[in-house]
């Protein structure tokens, strides 16, 4: 089992920064991947940004340019730097560990909001 945490987020301005982290514990070993979902208001949870193990990064076509992820293997935790944020980024931020034996299994933290006033 393996247990994720959130931290950060919070309301901000837009053009404004916030870096949310996420902390792994319970059986890190297992752990292949690690990303940032959110998902707004009627709308579906999308993938923001993810990292490999081996530090291979993909982040979604909106962000890209802006948000920054990075990860943490020896401290089993991932980070989310995101600068110049847009009003239409406002949603819950959701980490995610992809672990286990394939087809994997996903492992979510409680969310974390994050606003951007226009």
């Known amino acids: 089992q393996v247990q994720v945490v959130e931290s950060g987020g919070g309301l901000v301005q837009a053009g404004g920064s916030l870096r949310l982290s996420c902390a792994a514990s319970?059986?890190?070993?297992?752990?292949?991947?690690m990303g940032w979902y959110r998902q707004a208001p009627g709308k579906q949870r999308e993938l923001v940004a993810g990292?490999?193990?081996?530090?291979?990064?993909n982040y979604a076509d909106s962000v890209k340019g802006r948000f920054t992820i990075s990860r943490d293997n020896a401290e089993n935790t991932v980070s989310l730097q995101m600068n110049s944020l847009k009003p239409e980024d406002t949603a819950v931020y959701y980490c995610?560990?992809?672990?286990?034996?394939?087809?994997?299994?996903?492992?979510w933290g409680q969310g974390t909001q994050v606003t951007v006033s226009s």
């Open positions: 995610n560990a992809r672990a286990g034996l394939f087809p994997y299994h996903d492992y």
């Open positions: 319970g059986t890190t070993f297992s752990i292949k991947y």
């Open positions: 990292i490999s193990n081996s530090g291979n990064t």
